[in-house]
């Protein structure tokens, strides 16, 4: 199956310092990849979309200034947590697709910790 | 509003059956059933692409009823493996860019 990488697994930031984490396709490009967050004992949110050379559609109550997404190539899309708070210490995954409406795979997710 | 699933959680015995029911308020496109472990990503496991369709693979089949807007997947002689969170992901019929993902069902399987 298609494989996507996420980078880095885990990260501790502190409180007001920006991180980005980069989510990769490697045998595949994906057209569309997909930003989720999800809490402990949570179910996965979509924070937003984004297609291979547009700005990304962001999901109502997502700040787009807060978290910036770049999606510069059919292979790569990039999250930045800009001043990152504790609040924002979560799972993050992403996920791409080859193609609309085709089913979608997903990272391994990135555990950001924000003290 | 994401979808509803219910059980919120299933233990179950090796070998025993369980069903997970999908329920969405929105007209749907598609349903995706994903299982989820632990500090894991989710791990895509089937698509139901039309009203009426039944799939499976291996001990593991799901139905899709569109008009009832809603889905079911079926776990037949569950094995430790089946172990985790259950999530249906729905693509609603107007806006199938994306898929809203359902308020999961934990599921463990023990020996």
């Known amino acids: 199956g298609a494989v996507v990488s996420q980078h880095p697994s885990w990260v501790i930031c502190k409180s007001g310092t920006s991180v980005k984490i980069e989510c990769r396709s490697l045998?595949?490009?994906?057209?569309?990849m997909f930003w989720y967050r999800q809490f402990p004992k949570q179910s996965l949110m979509l924070m937003a979309t984004s297609n291979e050379g547009s700005k990304a559609t962001y999901e109502q109550g997502v700040e787009k200034d807060k978290f910036l997404i770049n999606h510069a190539s059919l292979t790569l899309s990039t999250l930045t947590v800009t001043s990152a708070h504790p609040e924002d210490s979560s799972f993050y995954i992403c996920?791409?697709?080859?193609?609309?409406?085709?089913?979608?795979?997903f990272g391994p997710g990135t555990r950001l910790t924000v003290t | 509003q994401q979808p509803v699933q219910s059980p919120q959680a299933v233990i179950l015995r090796e070998g025993e059956d369980a069903v997970i029911n999908c329920s969405s308020s929105?007209?749907?496109?598609?349903v995706h059933w994903y299982r989820q472990k632990h500090g894991e990503a989710p791990v895509f496991l089937m698509i139901?692409?039309?009203?009426?369709e039944q799939k499976g693979h291996d001990k593991i089949s799901a139905s899709f009823n569109e008009k009832k807007q809603q889905s079911s997947l079926y776990l037949t002689a569950s094995q430790l493996s089946y172990s985790g969170t259950y999530f249906c992901?729905?693509?609603?019929?107007?806006?199938?860019?994306?898929?809203?993902f359902g308020t999961g069902t934990r599921l463990q399987v023990f020996p």
């Open positions: 996920s791409a697709s080859s193609d609309r409406q085709s089913k979608q795979y």
């Open positions: 045998d595949f490009q994906a057209t569309t």
């Open positions: 139901l692409l039309k009203g009426g």
């Open positions: 992901g729905t693509e609603e019929f107007y806006n199938t860019d994306k898929l809203i």
């Open positions: 929105k007209a749907l496109y598609s």
